[in-house]
C-alpha cells in the first residue's frame, strides 16, 4: 500500500522560505509516476503547486513558478517542496500526491495523497 | 478565479439524483479526455471518484458517473445518500501554460 506523509514546520514567518518534504513508503520513487504537490487554503479550493518527474523534470503552476521548487531525493525516497517569499496568502493546507497512472496529461487524476499539513504564515 | 467553472452549491434528496457541472475551454475539458472529479469531507483530503472522463476507480460506487459533452464535463450521483455530502471538484490538464487546473468546488448538501 503506498503512503505519502508530508514533513515540515507549522509556521513560517512571511518572506521567509516555506519547506516541506513527502515520505514515500510502498512504492519506490522512481518506478515511472509523477508526484505533486497541492495546496488548499482555509475554507477554499484546491490548487496545484507543481509536479516532478523522478529523473528531475519539473512542472510549476504559473502563478507560483518563480516563487517554487521541488525536488526528489531518491536515495530517501522522497520528494520535497520549498516556496519562498511567502505572504499570508499561501497558508494552506498542503499535500503531496501520486497519480494513479504513468500518463503525463493525467497527473491531477491522483489516488494517493499524503494526510496534509497546515502550514500557516505568520510573524 | 479557477479555470474551471463550477456552481457553488446543489442540494438533493436522499435517493434523488444530482448533477454537477464542469464548464472549461476547448483547452482543457472540450480538448481532452483528462477530467477528474473529487469528493471531500472536511478536514480529510480529497478523494478521487472520476478519472478520465468517465472512469470510476476501484472501490468507488456505481452511485457515480461521469460524462462531458463539448467544454462542460458532468458528474452524476444517483441514489443520493447522506454520506455523499461534501465539497466536490473537477480538474483538467490544460494545452495553456497553467497545465493542470482543478474548478472552484461544488458543495453538496444532502437534505
Known sequence: QVQLQESGPGLVKPSETLSLTCAVSGDSISSGYYWGWIR????????????????????????????????VDTSKNQFSL?????????????????????????????????????????? | QSALTQPASVSGSPGQSITISCTGTSSDVGGYNFVSWYQQHPGKAPKLMIYEVSNRPSGVSNRFSGSKSGNTASLT???LQAEDEGDYYCSSYTSSSTLWVFGGGTKLTVL
Open chain 1, 40 to 71: 488548499q487554503p482555509p475554507g477554499k479550493g484546491l490548487e496545484w503547486i507543481g509536479t516532478i518527474y523522478h529523473s528531475g523534470s519539473t512542472y510549476y503552476n504559473p502563478s507560483l513558478k518563480s516563487r517554487v521548487t521541488i525536488s
Open chain 1, 82 to 123: 520549498k516556496l519562498n517569499s511567502v505572504t499570508a496568502a499561501d497558508t494552506a493546507v498542503y499535500y503531496c500526491a501520486r497519480p494513479r497512472g504513468k500518463t503525463y496529461y493525467d497527473i491531477l487524476a491522483i489516488d494517493y495523497w499524503g494526510q496534509g499539513t497546515l502550514v500557516t504564515v505568520s510573524s
Open chain 2, 77 to 79: 450521483i444517483s441514489g
